[in-house]
Every structure is written in structure tokens, then in C-alpha cells.
């Protein structure tokens, strides 16, 4: 079984910084790439930043220059730094785990972390 653990959301100040983390564990052969999801009250879930196992790193628009995904020195740990907050960058954060393979199964799937409330507010 494969577990995927978020932490460090919060309330800030807009212009203010947070730092997500998120580790996966379990018995993993390898992933594909480790990225950040948001989910605002009444909207869809977006991508906000995934990194590949070759670190490789894509970026939603909205986050470009103010947001930096980074894998962490321990196996299948990545980071979002993210500066410059926004009231508009308030949501629920998401890691997901992309093409998990795993020690027992020879086909891949995507696992999610519950979730982390990151709230941008004066």
C-alpha cells in the first residue's frame, strides 16, 4: 500500500510565504512525478506544479515566478515554496503521486495526499 502525507498549509498574509511538504511511502518500485493540485471552494481541481523523476518541473501561470516545486534529499519527497501570496491562491493543496509501481503489482496508478488548507487573508 502506498500513503501520501501533505503538511504545512496554513493562514498567511497576502505577500506572505508558505512551505508545503509531501512524502509518499509504502512499498514503491518508482514514480513517474510528484506534483501540487489546489481546489478553491466551488472550483475544479488545477495543477499547480509537478516535478519528474528527472526534475523536469511544469507550472500552472498563475504561480509562474512566485511558486518553486523541489524534491527533497529523502526518496519521494517534494516541497512548493510559495512566495508572494495571494487572497486568490486560498485552496485546499493536493500531492499526488503520478504512475506509482510498486513492489507488488506490475501496473501503475495515481495516488492523492487529503489534503492541506492553505489560507491567504489579512
Known amino acids: 500500500q502506498v500513503q501520501v502525507v501533505e503538511s504545512g498549509g496554513g493562514l498567511v498574509q497576502p505577500g506572505g510565504s508558505l512551505r508545503l511538504s509531501c512524502a509518499a511511502s509504502?512499498?514503491?518500485?518508482?514514480?513517474?512525478?510528484m506534483g501540487w493540485y489546489r481546489q478553491a471552494p466551488g472550483k475544479q481541481r488545477e495543477l499547480v506544479a509537478t516535478i519528474t523523476s528527472g526534475g523536469s518541473t511544469n507550472y500552472a501561470d498563475s504561480v509562474k515566478g512566485r511558486f518553486t516545486i523541489s524534491r527533497g534529499n529523502a526518496k519521494n519527497t517534494v516541497y512548493l515554496q510559495m512566495n508572494s501570496l495571494k487572497p486568490e491562491d486560498t485552496a485546499v493543496y493536493y500531492c499526488?503521486?503520478?504512475?506509482?509501481?510498486?513492489?507488488?503489482?506490475?501496473?501503475?496508478?495515481?495516488?492523492w495526499g487529503q489534503g492541506t488548507q492553505v489560507t491567504v487573508s489579512s
Open positions: 509504502g512499498s514503491i518500485f518508482s514514480i513517474y512525478a
Open positions: 499526488n503521486a503520478e504512475r506509482v509501481i510498486t513492489l507488488t503489482t506490475m501496473w501503475s496508478r495515481d495516488y
